[in-house]
């Protein structure tokens, strides 16, 4: 069974199954040995900057490697017994690895509670997505982060995962989602995390540096598909792709912006502090409630043309 079928077969449980809350995510279990290894790099540093950037490299690097080496082990074992079983497994891991269903899911939670006209509620479900304050968010506010949410996830939680699960199956797209786990735990420019978490985060901004772009252009080419305003998108991704802390979050963010003819980013408090940023796109219109959904469609016709794009590699060269 080639990787190609295995990828197809992830993406169909993927779509059917979501995130079941009843079975623990390896995600979960990559998290809980970054809390155990972070409260061990903070014993052992005591707040000395230099040690604390050589203690966030170990914990990189160990945390890439188990995760790597783990789902290779459990695979190895289980081909030793019947081809067939891991194929099954990897297919699996596969599934677990990719976010398309669980990120529809929950940004679906901030859509119905603002159909509700629950403004609180869609505060409330937003808090679980993003790392910004969102208890005086307004509406709109609401609306476009949970754009940016999608849009952002698009390549970090869909796209990035199937160019490294193409590149090396299962245990190297796990090992991406390992990244970038470091980087939504430790990865923040702040007091505590500054120095602990660079190597994570510059991992994490080389890992996202081809498949953020990838992004891009495929989210340009389901613009055209669907109908939404590919010329604004082409336009605005040219001006805005690099307006972001991040070498690659506006990579999408733009192309969305600008297909929506709304704008995003701009400054938001994170941890009760107010964090710079700029703005990206033109704020054409007001962002309504439906682009949540029309964001929604951007990245699952991205995703579908990912497949198709990895197929017709692999036809050429297997």
């Not at 903070?42 to 490697?65: H, N, P, R, S, Y």
């Not at 409330?124 to 993003?130: A, D, F, R, T």
């Not at 054409?284 to 198709?308: F, P, W």
Request: aromatic letters at 12%; one cysteine or more.
């Amino acid at each position: 069974m080639t990787l190609f079928f295995k990828i197809i077969g992830g993406f169909f449980l993927d779509c059917i199954l979501g995130d079941p809350h009843s079975i623990k995510h390896p995600v979960q279990r990559i998290g809980s040995y970054i809390t155990f290894m972070e409260k061990w790099c903070q014993k052992m540093t005591k707040g000395d900057k230099k040690k604390e950037v050589i203690a966030g490299g170990i914990l990189c690097g160990t945390t890439v490697f188990v995760s790597y080496f783990v789902i290779w082990g459990i695979l190895y074992i289980a081909g030793i017994f019947h081809p067939l079983l891991r194929h099954g497994i990897e297919i699996w891991f596969i599934y677990r690895i990719l976010a398309s269903k669980s990120l529809v899911t929950e940004t679906l939670k901030v859509y119905r509670k603002l159909k509700e006209e629950d403004l609180i509620g869609a505060r409330k479900e937003l808090s679980y997505l993003v790392g910004r304050d969102t208890e005086e968010l307004s509406k709109e506010e609401v609306i476009k982060a949970t754009i940016e949410t999608i849009a952002e996830n698009t390549s970090d939680g869909v796209i990035a995962p199937l160019f490294f699960i193409a590149i090396g199956g299962a245990p190297l797209g796990m090992a991406y989602k390992a990244v970038n786990t470091l980087d939504s735990m430790v990865g923040y420019r702040n007091e505590k995390y500054e120095y602990l978490g660079k190597v994570s985060a510059k991992c994490d901004d080389l890992c996202n540096l081809i498949p953020a772009r990838i992004s891009a252009f495929l989210i340009l080419a389901v613009c055209a598909l669907l109908g939404y305003d590919g010329k604004k998108g082409v336009e605005v991704y040219a001006r805005d792709r690099y307006k972001h802390l991040s070498p690659n979050s506006a990579q999408t963010e733009s192309v969305v912006a600008g297909a929506l003819n709304i704008q995003l980013g701009g400054t938001h408090n994170y941890f009760g502090k107010p964090v710079e940023k700029p703005t990206i796109g033109d704020n054409i219109r007001s962002a309504k409630i439906e682009d949540i959904k029309r964001t929604q469609y951007l990245m699952y016709g991205s995703t579908i043309l990912m497949i198709i794009c990895i197929g017709l590699v692999y036809s050429m060269f297997y």
